[in-house]
């Protein structure tokens, strides 16, 4: 009788174990260490919800074996039904070639219990391809949660994931479904292929959590840089005059397009390129962009500013800075560098998005230094008055509004001595 192999079995990978308060000790830390000025708020999380997280199911070498493992998001997390559903169907021997074609299966969260299937695997034989197959019609049959199944391709090969950067060309061919997943009930979706968090609890409530530190007034204008599928922007959309995203991912590009299209004030632009040092006086260049501003940086991963943006950006005077990152190291250089350039840290949210993870987030907002406080550095009081903000500029509807004054010939007759 056929002895079913061991490798099928689903083997839990478990993260750091880190917990909140580990966080909040280094955190500590590192502003006594660094003297970072200004008012740290409370802590930002929310309880991490099992089916409102992206899971991986990979293929490992364990020795001479290739075996599947499930990658956990984060510590002690348990395990969703649809998981073993999955592996329990991949166990049957109908299935065993498609089972060792496989190189990892994402299940995407949308953050309201569902999910989008991404599957990679190598089908270069008839017998894999007619298996996967039989397994597609499964997950649709038998696996309600699962909205849509792309199969996906990378070349050069490698391993996708959504957290890197794209520096190669991603092919995703739809099972069934679409091609864009819904986040949570907020309205707006994103492209099967973009990033987001792995945990999407505490991120689906980040925009009002942003505009509860800020209180954004009528007049203002938002700039999301690295904003993925624009979510944080096109959830204040409402808020501000115009938002405006920029990201140089081609499914950033599909996704900020498609959320722009369910807004109804039409006052999202979304801009596909890198962020560099002459960005911002290309932008600041065209009259309809002038305005009051406020930036939102998100860095990806360990990711810096890229150079001269620190300083071109304070060139332009936004109103407010907005500064996110995972890296300590990254954000005590950075922060010296806008201090540099006039702007100080009014206050600081840390942010736990992925509550149980090896890594946390600080949101640093920064404000022009309109009082002088940073003028006791001859320094920085020398750079910050070389910094000069964009010259209003009249628009030609309106200039017929102004009025001239012009002074006639003077009415009196030369007298003669």
């Not at 350039?341 to 600081?348: A, H, I, N, V, W």
Request: charge should be positive; hydrophobic fraction near 40%.
């Amino acid at each position: 009788m056929y002895k079913k192999k061991e490798e099928t079995k689903p083997v839990k990978i478990q993260a750091s174990a880190f917990t909140l308060e580990d966080h909040k000790k280094q955190l500590t830390a590192w502003i006594e260490a660094e003297h970072i000025p200004g008012k740290f708020q409370a802590w930002y999380t929310a309880p991490a919800d099992p089916m409102h997280s992206d899971w991986r199911i990979k293929s490992v070498y364990k020795g001479p074996q290739e075996l599947l493992e499930v990658e956990v998001p984060v510590r002690k997390m348990d395990v969703p039904e649809i998981v073993p559903m999955i592996f329990q169907q991949l166990r049957k021997e109908h299935l065993r070639a498609f089972r060792k074609s496989i190189r990892q299966i994402w299940l995407r969260a949308t953050g309201d219990g569902r999910f989008a299937m991404l599957v990679q695997a190598n089908l270069r034989g008839r017998n894999s391809a007619h298996e996967s197959k039989t397994f597609t019609d499964f997950v649709q049959r038998s696996i309600p949660e699962i909205l849509s199944l792309h199969f996906i391709q990378c070349k050069p090969d490698h391993l996708f994931d959504p957290a890197t950067a794209q520096t190669v060309s991603t092919e995703a061919k739809c099972v069934f479904g679409k091609d864009f997943m819904p986040i949570a009930d907020t309205g707006f979706s994103m492209h099967v292929l973009d990033w987001a968090p792995r945990v999407k609890d505490a991120w689906i409530g980040l925009p009002k959590r942003i505009a509860d530190a800020i209180h954004p007034t009528k007049g203002d204008r938002l700039f999301e840089f690295y904003s993925a599928s624009s979510y944080v922007g096109a959830s204040l959309a409402s808020m501000f005059d115009s938002v405006d995203c920029l990201d140089c991912r081609e499914t950033a590009m599909l996704s900020s397009k498609y959320n722009a299209r369910t807004l109804i004030e039409n006052n999202l632009r979304f801009h596909r390129q890198k962020l560099d040092a002459n960005f911002f006086a290309k932008f600041f260049r065209k009259p309809e962009n002038e305005g009051r501003w406020t930036f939102y940086f998100n860095l990806p991963g360990d990711e810096p500013l890229a150079t001269g943006v620190v300083q071109t950006a304070a060139a332009s005077r936004p109103e407010r800075i907005l500064l996110q990152t995972s890296n300590l190291e990254v954000a005590a250089k950075e922060i010296r560098k806008f201090r540099n350039e006039g702007y100080m840290l009014r206050k600081s949210v840390p942010l736990y998005l992925e509550p149980g993870s090896a890594k946390f987030e600080v949101l640093f907002i920064f404000v022009p230094d309109r009082n002088g406080l940073l003028g006791r550095n001859p320094a920085i009081l020398a750079r910050s008055k070389n910094v000069q903000r964009p010259k209003e500029r009249i628009e030609r509807a309106k200039k017929g509004n102004i009025p001239h004054f012009v002074q006639k010939d003077a009415a009196f007759r030369s007298r003669k001595d």
